[in-house]
Every structure is written in structure tokens, then in C-alpha cells.
């Protein structure tokens, strides 16, 4: 390997541990209001929402654990799904159902994060009925998004064996890749 200084180190394996990268909606104002109210994170960040209302934007496992475990701390959790079913697990969708705390908005997107400059906060999700095309302001204090993740794993593209969406590929039960001596563990082959 070539460090940044030129220095070249030598060794017998390597471990890539790169990790995945939380994907994003895209929007201007997502990028504006992140660390202002909007997470990537809900055991990262969850406890800054204690009873507030909070919405999580997708709709597989992720999204729906994510939604519940926000229900520990805030008031109320709304889980925006641009379809009319979740591709979460049966189980983790009923945990969802029958939670007080917890409702869906489905067949919708997140058009616009809302808020205010001063002090940068979040207040509200601007959302679009995908099936009628009407607008709507879900006031939220806090937005979650949960639409997957991108493993980093670039560097490594035909280097190493990988799926269609660019996760390192290892040998059941093992971190061993494609390459001998390299292997790999964690998010980006997870």
C-alpha cells in the first residue's frame, strides 16, 4: 500500500473495513438542516427528539426499526413510505401497527425539509401524494432518513469480487474475499 506521505507499507493481509455510507434523498434543504434535525441515525441522534414529533422516510427494515426505536423517546413517529406497503419483515411492520406512538403516511414522498436559518431547525417535511399529486406540511421536529446504504467500496471495484450493488462479496461463515489475504468485515460486505 502507497500512504498519502509516498511512504509503501507491506503486509501479509489486508482488512478492509470501509463501511457503507447512509444514501440521502438529494434535496438542498436535507443538506442544509443536516445536524439541525436531520439524522441518518435514530441510535445516533434519537435522543435529541425527546417528545417531539419526528417522521423516518422509507420503507424496509431499516426505516421500520429505526421508527420504533425513536418511539422510546419522542412523541409521536411518522414513517413516510412513497408505496402502500413496506418491505420490511411482517414482524417489524405489526411491532409498527400496533405501536401508539407510531403511524404511516403512506404513498407519499418528501418534497422539502422545512425550518428556520435562525437557529437552523427543523419543523416541518413538505410531502406530495404520489397517487394525486396533492401537497401537504407534515410539521416534524426532526426527520430520519432511512432509504439504504452505499458500501465504500469504489476503490476496490474489479479488484475484488462484489454483488450488483457493490458490497464485497466473502466466503459463507468467513471475511475471506476473492483475493487470498484479503478480507473484509463489517458494512461493506454486510
Known amino acids: 500500500l502507497t500512504g498519502d506521505t ?12 470501509t463501511g457503507a455510507s447512509a444514501r440521502w434523498l ?8 443536516q445536524g439541525f434535525g436531520v ?17 423516518v422516510i422509507g420503507g424496509g427494515n431499516t426505516a421500520v426499526e429505526e ?10 413517529v411518522t414513517l413516510i413510505h412513497r408505496r402502500d406497503q413496506l418491505r420490511a419483515e411482517k414482524i417489524l411492520q405489526e411491532r ?14 418528501v418534497q422539502e425539509i422545512i425550518g428556520t436559518d435562525a437557529p437552523p431547525a ?4 413538505g410531502v406530495r401524494d404520489v397517487k394525486s399529486g396533492a401537497t401537504s406540511l407534515l410539521p416534524v421536529e426532526g426527520v430520519f432518513v432511512a432509504i439504504g446504504h ?24 468467513s471475511t475471506r474475499t476473492s483475493v487470498p489475504g484479503v478480507f473484509a ?3 461493506v460486505q454486510d
Not at 439524522?39 to 417528545?51: H, P, V
Not at 427543523?122 to 417535511?125: D, E, I, K, L, P
Open 122 to 125: 427543523v419543523t416541518g417535511v
Open 39 to 55: 439524522s441518518a441515525c435514530a441510535t445516533c441522534d434519537g435522543f435529541f427528539f425527546r417528545d417531539k414529533a419526528v417522521a
Open 67 to 76: 421508527a420504533l426505536f425513536l418511539t422510546r423517546f419522542a412523541r409521536s
Open 185 to 187: 468485515a463489517g458494512d
Open 26 to 33: 438529494g434535496l438542498p434543504s436535507e443538506t442544509r438542516f
Open 150 to 173: 452505499t458500501p465504500n467500496t469504489a476503490l476496490f471495484r474489479g479488484q475484488l469480487d462484489m454483488d450488483a450493488e457493490g458490497y464485497i462479496l466473502t466466503r459463507p461463515d
Open 96 to 109: 409498527l401497527f400496533r405501536h401508539p406512538k407510531a403511524q404511516v403516511l403512506w404513498n407519499h414522498v
Open 6 to 17: 509516498g511512504a509503501v507499507y507491506q503486509g501479509e493481509s489486508v482488512i478492509i473495513c
